[in-house]
C-alpha cells in the first residue's frame, strides 16, 4: 500500500542500511590502515564520489497521475533512489512532457481526468517508441491489462501497489538501459528472413519496418543471446521486468504474442520463437 509511511519507512530504511554499510567500511579500513590513513582515506573518496556523482546525468520519471497523495509518494521514493521526477495530473499535460522533456521512463495512470491512460500511451507512442511506460491501474480485470499492452504500455502495477516493487521494476528498466545504451554501431542479427538492428530498436521484415519497444528489444535480445537454448519465463521476468514469477507470468506470454507478429512468417505457427511447454520460450534462428 502507498502511504507517506511506508515513504518515511522506506527512507529510514535506506539511510540505516548506508550507515551501517559506512560503519563495515570503516572499521575494514582502521584495521587494514590505522586511524589517521582511514580517515584520510574516507574523506578523499567522499569527495570523489560527489564529484562522480554531480557529472553522471540522473535518469528522468515522468509521472501522470491524479491522485496527489500517490504522486507525493512517488516522488518522495523516486527521488530517494535519485532519479529526477517530473509529474502531470491530466493527460494532455504529460503527453506535452513527455514530447518535450524526453523521459527515460514513464508510470501512466490509467484512470485521467482529461483523458484514459489507454489514449495517453497511443499518443505517447506515436512520437516514442521505444520509452517504458509502466500502467497505473485499479483494475485488475485481464482484459483491461491486455488493452493496456495493446495500447503500447510495457508493463502495469494494479493498485494498490508496493511502492518497493515498483522501484524495483524503474531499477530493473535503468540497469538494462545501461547496459545496453545505442554505441551508434549498427548491432544486426537475423531471425528467419526477418533483420533485427538493435541500435536502431527496429526488425525489418516481409517489406516492412516495425519499432520495438523497451520491452519488446530487451526479450529479444535475451532470446538472442540464448539462441537455441529454452529460457524460461521466470528467468525473464527476472531478468527483463526485475519481478518474481507468479501470475504476472501472462505479461511474457503477452510479449512473445506481440514479438511473433514482427518477426514470424506466420504467427500462429511460430518458426523461430518456440513455446516450451511450461517452462518458456527458445529462440531457433
Ligand atoms: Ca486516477
Given at each position: 500500500m502507498l502511504t507517506s509511511n511506508a515513504s518515511t519507512r522506506n527512507k529510514a530504511q535506506g539511510e540505516r542500511f548506508r550507515s551501517s554499510c559506512d560503519e563495515i567500511v570503516q572499521s575494514t579500513l582502521r584495521c587494514a590502515l590505522g586511524n589517521w590513513h582511514a580517515a584520510r582515506f574516507l574523506a578523499a573518496t567522499r569527495i570523489l564520489c560527489k564529484t562522480k556523482g554531480s557529472l553522471i546525468p540522473k535518469k528522468t520519471v515522468l509521472v501522470i497521475e491524479d491522485e496527489p497523495h500517490i504522486v507525493l509518494g512517488l516522488r518522495d521514493a523516486l527521488e530517494f533512489e535519485g532519479f529526477r521526477v517530473l509529474s502531470a495530473s491530466k493527460g494532455k499535460d504529460g503527453v506535452a512532457l513527455a514530447k518535450s522533456?524526453?523521459?527515460?521512463?514513464i508510470l501512466l495512470d490509467?484512470?485521467?481526468?482529461?483523458?484514459n491512460g489507454y489514449a495517453v500511451c497511443e499518443e505517447i507512442r506515436r512520437f516514442d517508441a521505444f520509452v517504458p511506460i509502466v500502467m497505473l491501474t485499479a483494475r485488475s480485470q485481464e482484459g483491461d491489462k491486455v488493452r493496456g499492452l495493446d495500447s503500447g504500455a510495457d508493463d502495469y502495477v494494479t493498485k494498490p501497489f508496493s511502492v518497493n516493487e515498483l522501484i524495483a521494476r524503474i531499477r530493473a528498466i535503468f540497469r538494462r538501459t545501461q547496459r545496453v545504451?545505442?554505441?551508434?554501431a549498427a548491432e544486426l542479427f537475423r531471425i528467419g528472413a526477418a533483420e533485427v538492428n538493435f541500435a536502431r530498436q527496429a526488425v525489418h521484415a516481409f517489406g516492412a519496418e516495425h519499432q520495438l519497444s523497451y520491452y519488446e528489444l530487451e526479450l529479444l535480445r535475451l532470446l538472442v543471446e540464448r539462441a537455441g537454448f529454452p529460457v524460461s519465463r521466470d528467468e525473464i521476468l527476472l531478468k527483463i521486468w526485475g519481478l518474481d514469477g507468479g501470475p504476472t507470468n501472462r505479461t511474457v506470454d503477452n510479449f512473445i504474442v506481440k514479438l511473433r507478429k514482427k518477426i514470424e512468417p506466420q504467427p500462429e505457427k511460430?518458426?523461430?520463437?518456440?513455446t516450451i511447454y511450461g517452462f518458456g520460450y527458445k529462440l531457433v534462428v
Open positions: 522533456e524526453h523521459p527515460d521512463a490509467l484512470m485521467l481526468p482529461d483523458t545504451a545505442p554505441t551508434g511460430p518458426a523461430h520463437i518456440l
